[in-house]
């Protein structure tokens, strides 16, 4: 059945309604006499085989041959005025958006020079108005096949998305640096936005940067590095924590209860990560500690004497040869090194040890 409009008007255009479509669904039938009715702030295209051709500003206006010429040379004059031909009407909202938002979808993954990689998100508003409605309608209902705001503020947004992540991986800068630059980021983004907008008949006004917030993932690494940060340096950490260990062990004059005071020390580092690799780091630690072989060495400042225990376990044993656990193990194993294995432990004494340095 032939719908014909004998006005065409779109009363209900809400405030954030950027296009509102007559009719709804499928092309109008239309004809020479009609009513157009447009309104304050809007503006009327009429759209047929996906162009964009006659506009009407505000005010009543009556179709004629004078003033739809596009849509005449388009279709000729067989309908003498009578005989509806068929098009759409997109009532464009002229006024301005001052509210409009966007975000990121999906994190964003940057290079980082703090971190080595980063995801992260961002949001932000903008504001905007249609300039040009024709050539909107062309490219947005012609060319993009939109026409609800929904789908609309969508397109909208992944070009300001793109752009983003481009001026992002182009400047370079840590996450860190971020919070300090939004100002300056702010006009990055409308500055690479602003001719995306123009060529679709738009025209930016505002660009406003909100946030730039870290993934999960990305939030735990920094929290680690900040814990890292608080401790200072590790290697000095390390050393403290080592010395430590062994004055205990040295206090409590070697056997099980030494064997137990080194193993802390030997926890303590499995808790940083080091694992086995401890007993080696403990030597490290104490390179400026024991001298030669002697039976003392220097205590750290403000502490006494250590003294070296007669009877070791395997981790002190390491530490004095400044080797690992495994090392002495396989020592053991092979003979090079005599020592008493008393249920599971394994005991070496000191002269043992001075013994296979001096072969």
Do not use: C
């Amino acid at each position: 059945m032939v719908r014909i409009f004998d006005i065409v008007e779109a009363p209900d255009q809400g405030l954030n309604q950027m296009v509102y479509r007559v009719p709804s669904t499928g092309s109008g039938d239309f004809r020479i006499g009609s009513q157009v009715v447009v309104r304050e702030s809007q503006a009327a295209v009429f759209f047929r085989d996906g162009k964009a051709l006659d506009v009407f500003g505000p005010g009543r206006h009556t179709i004629t041959t004078a003033n739809i010429p596009l849509l005449v040379n388009l279709l000729g004059l067989a309908f003498r005025g009578q005989t509806p031909f068929k098009a759409e009407v997109y009532f464009v909202n002229m006024r301005d958006f001052i509210d409009m938002k966007w975000g990121t979808p999906e994190p964003i993954t940057l290079r980082d020079k703090e971190l080595g990689y980063a995801r992260v998100r961002a949001n932000g508003r903008y504001s905007m108005a249609i300039e040009e409605p024709q050539m909107f309608v062309a490219k947005i209902v012609g060319t993009q096949g939109l026409y609800t705001t929904n789908q609309i503020e969508d397109y909208l947004r992944s070009i300001i998305i793109s752009r983003l992540t481009d001026m992002l991986g182009e400047l370079g800068a840590s996450l860190f640096d971020l919070p300090a630059m939004f100002d300056e980021l702010s006009a990055g983004i409308k500055a690479k936005v602003i001719e995306d907008f123009a060529q679709l008949g738009i025209q930016l006004k505002q660009m406003f940067l909100a946030s730039v917030s870290p993934t999960e993932e990305t939030q735990k690494a920094i929290d680690e590095r900040a814990a890292m940060g608080a401790i200072g340096d590790m290697q000095k950490y390390l050393q403290y924590q080592a010395a430590k260990s062994m004055r205990e062990a040295a206090g409590q004059g070697g056997g099980g209860e030494a064997g137990s005071a080194a193993g802390t020390g030997v926890g303590l580092g499995a808790g940083f990560g080091l694992g086995a690799g401890m007993a080696g780091m403990i030597g490290q630690a104490m390179s400026g500690t024991f001298q030669g072989g002697g039976g003392q060495a220097q205590a750290p400042a403000g502490g006494g004497a250590v003294v070296v225990p007669e009877v070791m376990n395997l981790a002190e044993a390491a530490a004095y040869l400044r080797v690992s656990a495994d090392d002495i193990q396989a020592l053991i194993t092979s003979g090079e090194v005599k020592a008493k294995k008393i249920g599971s432990e394994y005991r070496v004494s000191k002269k043992a040890l001075d013994a296979f340095l001096s072969d």
